[in-house]
Nanobody
Framework: VQLQASGGGLVQAGGSLRLSCAAS????????MGWYRQAPGKQRELVAA???????NLADSVKGRFTISRDNAKNTVYLQMNSLKPEDTVVYYCNLQQLGVHYWGKGTLVTVSS
């Protein structure tokens, strides 16, 4: 399984960015895709996740600002990030979980300037 993420970059506080992540390889129809983030010296934390059935889970810190969605036909997950804050500046990692195994994409940096 390979995960290709895109969409990171630099944005001003209050702005928006959209992250995308396309999965390829042996993808089962039942899985969970999502985004984690990790600041230097800290543990990787869940930002948002969505099951293949459409159930979502968002971290409290991003509720009301971020939205996660997916296109099952394309094995692609999206993270729409609105009202970005400087504290959202961190590397974001795409994740796919299936059959108890986690797969990770390369991180994409999001920088929010104040």
């Amino acid at each position: 399984v390979q995960l290709q993420a895109s969409g990171g970059g630099l944005v001003q506080a209050g702005g928006s960015l959209r992250l995308s992540c396309a999965a390829s390889g042996s993808i089962f129809s039942i899985n969970t895709m999502g985004w984690y983030r990790q600041a230097p010296g800290k543990q990787r934390e869940l930002v948002a996740a969505i099951t293949s059935g459409g159930s979502t889970n968002l971290a409290d810190s991003v509720k009301g600002r971020f939205t996660i969605s997916r296109d099952n036909a394309k094995n692609t997950v999206y993270l729409q990030m609105n009202s970005l804050k400087p504290e959202d500046t961190v590397v974001y990692y795409c994740n796919l979980q299936q059959l108890g195994v986690h797969y990770w994409g390369k991180g994409t940096l999001v920088t929010v300037s104040s």
